[in-house]
Structure formats: C-alpha cells, structure tokens
Nanobody, 124 residues
Framework: QVHLVESGGGSVQAGGSLRLSCASS????????MTWFRQAPGKEREGVAV???????AYAESVKGRFTISRDNAKNTLYLQMNGLKPEDTAIYSC??????????????????WGQGTQVTVSS
C-alpha cells in the first residue's frame, strides 16, 4: 500500500476547467490500474475514469468527451483534466490504485491504495 495525495480541486463556474493531480509515494508503473472516483453528498461513490499500465483508458458515460485521465510515470503522478464542468460534477474526487487488474474497473473495494480526496464545486 502506498500513499496517494490529490490536489487541484476548487470552485469553478459551469463550463470551466480544473486539473486534478494525484501524487504517489510509490512507483506508479507498479500499479496496473489507477482510477479516479467521486462521491457527491447523499450519493454513492462512482468511478469516473481509469487508466491501466499500458495507457488504456475508460470513462463513465457522464464524463466521456469532457474528462481526460493520464499518468506520468516519471513523476509518479496521475491526472484528471476536467473540461466543460457541470454542477452535477460537484463531488469529492479521490484517486485509487491497484497492483492488479480490477474488473469491473469501478469496483472500489478492489483498490488497496487511496488518497484523501479533493473537493470540486461547480456553480451554475
């Protein structure tokens, strides 16, 4: 298990952009799956986007075409570029990592390393 630290959250107006970062204390190439989750007040946690060790990505339908996940193994950092933000994107965003495949990728209980989360607030 490694330590993950998110940053980059904040408050923006609808249509704006934010870039989240997730810095890892461990060697990110050792993570097979790295994923962003989010949880809005009163709602269940949901998977937002995943990237595997080969750079293959997948996204929740609600963010396709607006969000882009990437990883920089040289910096041991995971990113989430969020464009076209909507009020419904308001949530606490957390990164997670696993040294094994997670199927389906949005199964939160299968990840063994988590960050503390960063708040994203989108106003209309």
């Amino acid at each position: 298990q490694v330590h993950l630290v998110e940053s980059g959250g904040g408050s923006v107006q609808a249509g704006g952009s934010l870039r989240l970062s997730c810095a890892s204390s461990g060697y990110t190439p050792s993570f097979v799956y790295m994923t962003w989750f989010r949880q809005a007040p009163g709602k269940e946690r949901e998977g937002v986007a995943v990237i595997d060790k080969d750079g293959i990505t997948a996204y929740a339908e609600s963010v396709k075409g607006r969000f882009t996940i990437s990883r920089d193994n040289a910096k041991n950092t995971l990113y989430l570029q969020m464009n076209g933000l909507k009020p419904e994107d308001t949530a606490i965003y957390s990164c997670a990592a696993a040294p094994w495949r997670v199927l389906p990728w949005y199964s939160a209980s299968r990840y063994n390393s988590w960050g503390q989360g960063t708040q994203v607030t989108v106003s209309s």
